[in-house]
C-alpha cells in the first residue's frame, strides 16, 4: 500500500499568517492527490483535488501544488476560521491512503 | 442539494455486527463510486472501502477485508455496510462519502457512530 506522510503533524500560527503544509507520497501518485479540512465535530470538507484545483466554494486563500511524490497545501492569510486538521488523500491506488493530518492551531 | 445522511450506528459487542445505511439525495447515485471512511475516537481518518456505480466491483482496507461488505442499492439511493465480527478496534465514526471523477471525495455525510463494547 502507498504510504501518506504528513508534515508537521501539528503547528501553530497567527491570524494573517502564511501556512505551508507538506504531504509525501511513497511512491509517484501523478497529482491523485487530495487535500481536506475538519473542524471538531464535523465532517471533513474537500478543499483541493487532483492535487492543485480549488473546489467549489473554498475561499483562494487556500492553494495546492506538487506531482509525484511531493505535495503541499498552502494558507495564504490564515483566517480565523482556518483552524482545524488538515488531512491529504492518495486516490492513485485503490486502496485511498490518508495521511496522518496536520493540526493548526492558534499561537 | 447533495445530501448523505447515514444510520445504523450503535453499541455492539465483540464478535457482533450492525449494519450501516446511508441515504442519497440531490443527486443521481447510479453516477457515483461510493466509500466508507472511519475515524476512531481522537484519531485521523481511515478509509475503509469503497463500491463502483454498478456494484461490480468492491474494494477494502486490509482492516476489514473479510469481515465488511460493501453493497448499493441506486434504486432505493443507498449505500450500506455491513460489519462482522467487530473488534473494539472498529469503534469510530464511519462516514459516507461520494467519489468524484478525480478520486477525491467530494461530499460527506454527517457520521454513525459504532461503538464496540462488552
Known amino acids: 500500500d502507498i504510504q501518506m506522510t504528513q508534515s508537521p503533524s501539528s503547528l501553530s500560527a497567527s491570524v494573517g499568517d502564511r501556512v505551508t503544509i507538506t504531504c509525501r507520497a511513497s511512491?509517484?501518485?501523478?497529482?491523485?492527490l487530495s487535500w481536506y479540512q475538519q473542524k471538531p465535530g464535523e465532517a471533513p470538507n474537500l478543499l483541493i483535488y487532483a492535487a492543485s484545483n480549488l473546489q467549489s466554494a473554498v475561499p483562494s486563500r487556500f492553494s495546492g501544488s506538487g506531482s509525484g511524490t511531493d505535495f503541499t497545501l498552502t494558507i495564504s492569510s490564515l483566517q480565523p476560521q482556518d483552524f482545524a486538521t488538515y488531512y491529504c488523500q492518495e486516490s492513485y491506488s485503490t486502496v485511498h491512503t490518508f495521511g496522518g493530518g496536520t493540526t493548526v492551531e492558534i499561537k | 442539494e447533495v445530501q448523505l445522511v447515514e444510520s445504523g450506528g450503535g453499541l455492539v459487542r465483540p464478535g457482533g455486527s450492525l449494519r450501516l445505511s446511508c441515504g442519497a439525495s440531490?443527486?443521481?447515485?447510479?453516477?457515483?463510486?461510493m466509500h466508507w471512511v472511519r475515524q476512531a475516537p481522537g484519531k485521523g481518518l481511515a478509509w475503509v472501502s469503497r463500491?463502483?456505480?454498478?456494484?461490480?466491483?468492491?474494494s477494502y482496507a486490509d482492516s476489514v477485508k473479510g469481515r465488511f461488505t460493501i453493497s448499493r442499492d441506486n434504486a432505493k439511493n443507498a449505500l450500506y455496510l455491513q460489519l462482522n465480527s467487530l473488534r473494539a478496534d472498529d469503534t469510530a465514526v464511519y462516514y459516507c462519502?461520494?467519489?468524484?471523477?478525480?478520486?477525491?471525495?467530494?461530499?460527506w455525510g454527517q457520521g454513525a457512530l459504532v461503538t464496540v463494547s462488552s
Open positions: 440531490g443527486f443521481t447515485l447510479s453516477d457515483y463510486w
Open positions: 463500491i463502483n456505480s454498478d456494484a461490480s466491483s468492491t
Open positions: 462519502t461520494r467519489g468524484a471523477l478525480s478520486g477525491s471525495l467530494d461530499y
Open positions: 511512491q509517484n501518485i501523478i497529482t491523485y
